[in-house]
């Protein structure tokens, strides 16, 4: 579970952007494959397929809002570069709750991860994407060996960083539209679905009700669920 829950926050980060191109909208990707090589893992992996990951998007905030389990555990994670601030809200089986972090200061990518930026080109919803091979160092994946292979357009443009959790991701310049990972016999496929060029209404719109809890109140919780 630590694992899988390791794999959904470097989803829920993705990638930085500063194209010029569309500057406000959203992008949904939904998890369309996931296997594993251990039979005991591969079920409680095949209860994340259809999760969904919609990355809301303007020249001042971002939300990336993710729902797994058939709805049984959501998160919503608000970043504000201007404040360098970020909230988490989660919401487990009714139980909510949020967390305030300052954002982590960009790193340096041959400090994070290897970039390999390829020439080869895909073309998902009508947006030409180029594939790029990253392979965070051990120190960012808890010792676990990864590759994540995401197809990039310039064509949106999307503030960053939105990699506090693997700072070295800055160096990119694209939106993610397809994003596959393959670490420790598991692999995790999300797709985009749509890409909207507006924003709803109260895109923003911070959540009630979620119980405030400190960075280290919250470790210790997620501790406790052998997280």
């Known amino acids: 579970m630590k694992q899988l829950l390791i794999l959904l926050l470097l989803v829920s980060a993705s990638v930085g952007s500063y194209a010029q191109k569309i500057s406000e909208g959203v992008i949904k990707m939904e998890l369309t494959d996931v296997k594993s090589d251990d039979p005991s893992v591969a079920s409680q992996m095949a209860m994340m397929k259809g999760s969904t990951n919609d990355i809301y998007f303007s020249k001042d905030q971002q939300k990336v809002s993710m729902s797994m389990m058939g709805g049984m555990m959501n998160m919503m994670v608000f970043t504000t570069p201007a404040t360098k601030e970020t909230k ?6 009714g139980n909510k709750f949020q967390v305030k ?18 020439d080869e080109t895909k073309e998902i919803k009508g947006y030409k994407c180029k594939k790029v091979i990253m392979t965070p160092k051990k120190s960012a994946t808890n010792g676990q060996d990864m590759t994540i292979t995401v197809y990039v357009t310039d064509r949106i443009d999307m503030t960053g960083p ?23 016999g598991v692999s995790m496929v999300y797709t985009c679905k749509s890409v909207e060029t507006s924003l709803p209404k109260d895109s923003f719109k911070e959540p009630k009700g979620y119980k405030e ?14 997280m």
């Open 88 to 93: 988490l809200f989660m919401d487990m089986m």
């Open 101 to 118: 972090t300052p954002m982590e200061e960009p790193g340096k990518a041959e400090d994070e991860m290897d970039i390999k930026m390829t």
């Open 162 to 184: 939105f990699t506090p959790q693997m700072k070295g991701a800055t160096k990119l310049k694209g939106a993610p539209l397809e994003m596959s990972i393959q670490t420790g």
């Open 213 to 226: 809890m400190s960075k280290e109140e919250y470790e210790k919780m997620m501790s406790g669920f052998g």
